[in-house]
């Protein structure tokens, strides 16, 4: 994530003053796919994670193919060319029904504060597990509390720019207004880690790229905002982060039926290796208790003389 900010003063009408006319924007097509009209660049991400499964950073897999001036992503997650529609939410029946308010962060605000003025603000109903703010040694709660010191102050911040559906926002002051890292114009399909695998997440959309509803009714532009992808999330258009136990319990299904065809594979092929092995164990065993037990004998028969 890049060091450069902005700070961006949220007016009563929800409008920013950093805000212009974009040539780009997303419109949603009614039960379908997500129209991306003008030259949205269109890239790739991929969560780099720790060895305990930890998202750490985000990082860059280059620009991904799309038809210039127009292009359509799926929306129902259902399509075989993904991130790209293919029509097939016509034949399912998929409905997309547009549940999310669009003026801005909407349910309950929880705010977290500094010693030093440090603010941050989680979002509730935006928030869609990415796991950036929680790891092993710590969370995003302790460090803004313990926010005196630069180096947990800045791990905190980094935490908040990170989320990548907005839900986490931060002030330097209590009264000030909000910071957003300075995010390019463009799309990002995302990828997660998960202890079973990498999975899909849900569209990244950055740099307070418009949104409008399949009824003509406009989201408040915002920094950072993530689409569903999967076709399950409970305040569509938005992402709740609902893929993330869909494709985690098919990874471990997956992995749970790997394994029992290896069990049966094993159990119908007397030559496999797993069976040369128990063999070879079992031998050992058996070869080490004669040895004991010749040993024996043989101390008992140098007693007896």
């Given at each position: 994530?890049?060091a450069?900010?902005?700070?961006?003063?949220?007016?009563?009408?929800?409008?920013?003053?950093?805000?212009?006319?974009?040539?780009?924007?997303?419109?949603?097509?009614?039960?379908?796919?997500?129209?991306?009209v003008?030259?949205?660049?269109f890239?790739k991400?991929?969560?780099?994670?720790?060895?305990?499964g930890?998202?750490?950073d985000?990082?860059?897999?280059?620009?991904l193919?799309h038809?210039?001036?127009?292009?359509?992503?799926?929306?129902?997650?259902?399509?075989?060319?993904?991130p790209?529609?293919?029509n097939?939410?016509?034949?399912?029946?998929?409905?997309?029904?547009?549940?999310?308010?669009?003026?801005?962060?909407?349910?309950?605000?929880?705010?977290?504060?500094?010693?030093?003025?440090?603010?941050?603000?989680?979002?509730?109903?935006?928030?869609?597990?990415?796991?950036?703010?929680v790891?092993?040694?710590?969370?995003?709660?302790?460090?803004?509390?313990?926010?005196?010191?630069p180096?947990k102050?800045?791990?905190?911040?980094?935490?908040?720019?990170?989320?990548p559906?907005?839900?986490?926002?931060?002030k330097?002051?209590?009264?000030?207004?909000?910071?957003?890292p300075?995010?390019?114009?463009e799309?990002?399909?995302?990828y997660?880690?998960?202890?079973?695998?990498?999975?899909?997440?849900?569209?990244?959309?950055?740099?307070?790229?418009?949104?409008?509803?399949?009824?003509?009714?406009?989201?408040?532009?915002?920094?950072?905002?993530?689409?569903?992808?999967?076709?399950h999330?409970?305040?569509k258009?938005?992402?709740?982060?609902t893929h993330?136990?869909?494709?985690?319990?098919?990874?471990?299904?997956?992995q749970?039926?790997?394994?029992?065809?290896?069990?049966l594979?094993?159990?119908?092929?007397?030559?496999?290796?797993?069976?040369?092995?128990?063999?070879?164990?079992?031998s050992?065993?058996?070869?080490?208790?004669?040895?004991?037990?010749r040993?024996?004998?043989?101390?008992?028969?140098d007693?007896?003389?």
């Open positions: 994530m890049v450069c900010h902005i700070l961006v003063i949220i007016l009563t009408t929800g409008d920013t003053m950093t805000e212009q006319k974009s040539p780009f924007k997303i419109k949603i097509i009614k039960d379908g796919p997500y129209r991306v003008g030259d949205v660049p890239v991400k991929s969560q780099h994670c720790s060895s305990y930890e998202p750490l985000w990082v860059d897999g280059g620009e193919e038809k210039a001036g127009s292009y359509l992503l799926c929306r129902c997650g259902k399509s075989k060319n993904m790209y529609c293919d097939i939410h016509i034949d399912s029946g998929w409905v997309g029904d547009e549940i999310a308010i669009t003026d801005g962060p909407f349910g309950r605000d929880l705010n977290y504060y500094g010693p030093t003025g440090l603010t941050v603000t989680k979002h509730v109903r935006l928030c869609m597990n990415s796991g950036f703010c790891l092993k040694d710590t969370d995003f709660t302790e460090l803004t509390e313990k926010s005196g010191d180096v102050k800045a791990r905190a911040i980094k935490m908040v720019e990170d989320c559906s907005g839900s986490l926002t931060y330097l002051e209590r009264s000030g207004p909000d910071v957003e300075d995010l390019p114009m799309i990002a399909d995302t997660e880690c998960t202890q079973y695998g990498e999975i899909r997440g849900p569209l990244w959309v950055m740099g307070y790229i418009p949104i409008e509803r399949a009824d003509g009714e406009e989201f408040i532009p915002r920094n950072r905002v993530t689409l569903c992808s999967c076709g999330s409970r305040i258009p938005l992402c709740d982060g993330r136990p869909l494709q985690e319990n098919a990874l471990r299904r997956k749970r039926e790997e394994r029992g065809s290896q069990r594979q094993q159990a119908q092929d007397p030559g496999s290796d797993s069976e040369q092995g128990e063999a070879k164990r079992l050992d065993r058996v070869s080490s208790a004669l040895k004991r037990l040993d024996s004998f043989n101390k008992d028969q007693q007896q003389s």
